[in-house]
């Protein structure tokens, strides 16, 4: 089976994805489901990669730097046409909410499937958002998001808020361009800083303030809109486990929810996206606090966590997508969503614990994931794949479902203690830290949970520990098999740039 296109009429016969890593998999899988062939469109250090191997066909985009391929318009959109593609998908992170790539895909004579270059305009800058947040009669934080940028001015309207104050870069995400200021005294230095990320991170100077709110909650709503202007919610996530602003355990749904509460958050979140004549897969995020809730953005894209949304509610949102670019899909009646037991999502990174998080490269020599009931992996690499200095150091998404939270949360804890990664060091033993902390437990942690348990500084305060017999002789032999990847596939054609600037250049986390 293959979906029609709506741009050309034909059959949607060819998806070109414009990423890399777990979710250019997730994409190839759901592909395969729906009859579809792929096309990877990847970075030269990619080749070889899972999504490399899985893919139908594969067009080369350029070298590491992410400004030379993966953030590159051009190439992503005439390797996409080169490989003969009627659609592409952005997948999240890079040029996911890009309204220029959209609209550079749909004058190709592709489709883009997510959102219209329109609505990503009108959500995708926070300072536009807040603006349909307040039309749409959702509330938002108290701030400030004037046109006059001026250190003094910003000083001022900080002063008026009362600190503390968090800046943020407009056109910004992931934690970039955002600083949280305490008092007028460090304000200007805090703002620049803000000013200069900004423009460097998202060619942007342009800062906005808010009332910065120091026992939040993160509540995120997933809505999804038809091509015949319906718009659903599919329940929260909560994501309140953050480190630096990267969300690192994800579950659906909220322990901190009423049915009352997340009923008026879902249906401001709908009506939000209604004002932005939204299709497509999207995320508004909240902030919960003292029981009142305020809008913090709206990511117009698939998120990272998606999975936990579709475990308890059965859905395909990554079908989803696919088959409403091809307007083959009408969204599910709002009544027919009922959520069944609970999900968490951890998010698996090569990183060093021990060392305040410091990224962890190399060879994978070996990788095992526990299958079982209620059990799912989303990974971008297999033993014998390398994790590089020039991307995202995730190596994968653990997710389980089970009856109750108390009882997902044991199975995480068991899925993570069987699962093994040789090669590079892993932020495992951390998140199962989290998982057994009783505020993670009795689901009272806020988004100020890692700051104030788990210090970065120093590690995360866990002993190493030696390793068992069985690691050891696995480790013995995968040594033994595993082949020289960096000489087998090359790194000749890595840009010098990158190299100089390892894990720090652009878009290396995700989002």
Same mark, same amino acid.
């Given at each position: 089976m293959s979906s029609v296109s709506r741009a050309t009429g034909k059959r949607l016969q060819t998806i070109a994805i414009a990423n890399r890593g777990e979710v250019a998999v997730r994409i190839i899988h759901a592909c395969r489901d729906l009859g579809i062939r792929t096309v990877l469109l990847h970075s030269e250090p990619d080749i070889g990669t899972r999504a490399y191997r899985m893919a139908d066909s594969r067009v080369c985009i350029g070298p590491a730097a992410t400004a030379e391929?993966?953030?590159?318009?051009?190439?992503?959109?005439?390797?996409?046409?080169?490989?003969?593609?009627?659609?592409?998908?952005?997948?999240?992170?890079?040029?996911?909410?890009?309204?220029?790539?959209?609209?550079?895909?749909?004058?190709?004579?592709?489709?883009?499937?997510?959102?219209?270059?329109?609505?990503?305009?009108?959500?995708?800058?926070?300072?536009?958002?807040?603006?349909?947040?307040?039309?749409?009669?959702?509330?938002?934080?108290?701030?400030?998001?004037?046109?006059?940028?001026?250190?003094?001015?910003?000083?001022?309207?900080? @002063? =008026?808020?009362?600190?503390?104050?968090? &800046?943020?870069?407009?056109?910004? *995400?992931?934690?970039?361009?955002?600083?949280? $200021?305490?008092?007028?005294s460090e304000a200007p230095e805090q703002i620049a800083s803000a000013q200069r990320e900004g423009l460097a991170a998202f060619g942007s100077a342009v800062v906005f303030l808010e009332k910065y709110l120091d026992r939040a909650k993160h509540i995120e709503f997933q809505i999804f809109g038809d091509s015949f202007g319906e718009v659903s919610y599919l329940f929260e996530r909560e994501c309140s486990v953050q480190r630096r602003h990267q969300k690192i355990i994800e579950e659906a749904l909220s322990p901190s929810l009423t049915p009352e509460l997340r009923r008026e958050m879902g249906e401001a979140a709908v009506r939000l996206a209604q004002s932005a004549n939204y299709e497509g897969?999207?995320?508004?995020?909240?902030?919960?606090?003292?029981?009142?809730?305020?809008?913090?953005?709206?990511? @117009? =894209?698939?998120?990272?966590?998606?999975? &936990?949304?579709?475990?308890?509610? *059965?859905?395909?949102?990554?079908?989803?997508? $696919?088959?409403?670019?091809?307007?083959?899909f009408q969204v599910w009646a709002q009544e027919s969503l009922v959520a069944h037991g609970h999900a968490i999502e951890c998010r698996i990174y090569a990183e060093n614990p021990y060392l305040g998080g410091i990224p962890s490269t190399g060879k994978l020599l070996g990788v095992e994931w526990p299958d079982g009931p209620g059990r799912r992996f989303e990974t971008g690499f297999e033993a014998g794949d390398e994790i590089t200095p020039f991307y995202d150091p995730m190596i994968a998404k653990v997710i389980v479902w089970d009856e109750s939270r108390l009882r997902a949360i044991k199975k995480m804890n068991a899925t993570l203690s069987q699962s093994l990664v040789l090669g590079v060091h892993t932020n495992i033993p951390f998140v199962m830290a989290m998982l057994a902390h009783p505020e993670f437990l009795d689901g009272s942690m806020t988004t100020q949970f890692v700051g104030k348990h788990f210090t970065q500084e120093s590690g995360i305060g866990l002993a190493p520990r030696a390793r068992t017999d069985l690691e050891k002789q696995f480790e013995k032999m995968a040594l033994e098999s595993a082949t020289d990847f960096s000489e087998k596939v090359g790194m000749a054609h890595s840009s010098a740039a990158a190299l100089q600037k390892p894990w720090l250049g652009d878009g290396w986390r995700n989002v």
């Open positions: 391929s993966y953030l590159s318009i051009s190439k992503n959109v005439t390797g996409a046409l080169a490989a003969g593609a009627q659609a592409v998908h952005p997948g999240f992170g890079f040029l996911s909410e890009n309204a220029e790539f959209a609209e550079a895909v749909i004058q190709a004579g592709m489709i883009f499937i997510g959102p219209k270059p329109a609505s990503i305009r009108a959500v995708g800058d926070k300072i536009s958002a807040k603006k349909i947040v307040a039309a749409a009669n959702a509330p938002a934080v108290p701030g400030y998001m004037g046109d006059d940028q001026r250190i003094e001015t910003l000083v001022d309207e900080a @002063t =008026r808020i009362g600190f503390p104050v968090i &800046v943020k870069a407009a056109a910004g *995400g992931g934690g970039r361009g955002m600083k949280v $200021i305490r008092s007028k897969a999207g995320t508004v995020e909240f902030l919960l606090q003292d029981g009142k809730f305020f809008f913090l953005e709206m990511n @117009t =894209r698939l998120q990272v966590e998606h999975p &936990v949304t579709e475990m308890v509610l *059965g859905v395909d949102l990554v079908k989803a997508q $696919i088959l409403n670019a091809a307007r083959e």
